[in-house]
C-alpha cells in the first residue's frame, strides 16, 4: 500500500514521466493538479517542497523528492515488485541512466525549442528559419537513437525500462508535431513497441498544448 501524493498537471512532459511508471507498476497515488495555469507551484508552502518551483514532486509518506527522473528511480526501486523497469543488475542501471541523462542534456533542449516554437508561440511571432534548423540538427538527434535501437527492442536492451519512458514521450512529441520527419526504421518499430504500454495509453495520448 502507498501513501503518495504527486503534484503536477498532466499536460507536462515531466509529470508524464511520473505517472506513466505509476501506472506501469499498478500504483495507486493522489494526483494534485499544479503548474501554469493551475498555479500552486509558485506558492510558499509549495516551494519549501520543491524550491524550484516546478512539477513534478511527490509526497510518499512524508518524503518529499523532486526531478522527475529521480522520482521514477525511487519509485521504481520502492515498488516495482518485479525489478523489471529499474532492474538491480549494475550495467543495465548504468545504460538507463545514461539514456536518462542523454533525454536531459541532448533529446530534451532541441526539442523545447520546437515544442514552445510550434505549440507554445502564436503563428505570427514563430521564427520559421529557426524552427527549422532545429528540426535538422533534431533529425540527427532522433538519428542516434534510430541506431542505438537497431541494436536492441529497447532503449537499455532487452526489456522495457524507465530509460524507454522519457524517449517515448520525447517521441510523442516529434510525430505530432507539424514538422518533416524521415522514416528512422528502429525508432518508428520501437515506438510502435512502447505504445503498447498502459502508462502511455493513459498518460501520454493527450493534445500537445
Ligand atoms: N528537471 C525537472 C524539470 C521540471 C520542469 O521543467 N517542469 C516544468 C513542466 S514540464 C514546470 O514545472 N514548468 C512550470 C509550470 O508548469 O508552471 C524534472 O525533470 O522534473
Known amino acids: 500500500m502507498s501513501d503518495l501524493t504527486i503534484w503536477g498537471r498532466t499536460n507536462s512532459i515531466n509529470v508524464q514521466k511520473v505517472l506513466w511508471a505509476c501506472e506501469d507498476m499498478n500504483l495507486p497515488f493522489h494526483r494534485i493538479d499544479a503548474g501554469m495555469e493551475y498555479g500552486v507551484n509558485k506558492t510558499e508552502e509549495y516551494k519549501n517542497k520543491n524550491p524550484n518551483g516546478l512539477v513534478p514532486t511527490i509526497d510518499d509518506d512524508g518524503f518529499i523528492l523532486w526531478e522527475s527522473h529521480s522520482i521514477m528511480r525511487y519509485l521504481t526501486r520502492k515498488f516495482d515488485q518485479h525489478k523489471a523497469l529499474y532492474p538491480e543488475d549494475l550495467q543495465i542501471c548504468a545504460k538507463i541512466d545514461q539514456w536518462l541523462d542523454w533525454y536531459n542534456t541532448v533529446g530534451w533542449p532541441p526539442m523545447r525549442t520546437l515544442f514552445w516554437g510550434w505549440i507554445r508561440t502564436p503563428e505570427d511571432q514563430r521564427n520559421l528559419k529557426d524552427l527549422e ?66 502508462g502511455f495509453q493513459k498518460y501520454s495520448t493527450a493534445p500537445l498544448t
Open 133 to 198: 534548423s532545429t528540426r535538422q540538427a533534431f533529425v540527427q538527434t532522433m538519428a542516434i537513437l534510430d541506431q542505438a535501437l537497431s541494436k536492441s527492442p529497447f532503449i537499455a536492451g532487452n526489456v522495457f525500462t524507465i530509460a524507454d519512458i522519457p524517449l517515448a514521450l520525447l517521441c510523442y512529441r516529434w510525430y505530432n508535431l507539424p514538422i518533416e520527419r524521415p522514416v528512422m526504421k528502429y525508432l518508428d518499430a520501437w515506438y510502435v513497441r512502447v505504445q503498447a504500454r498502459p
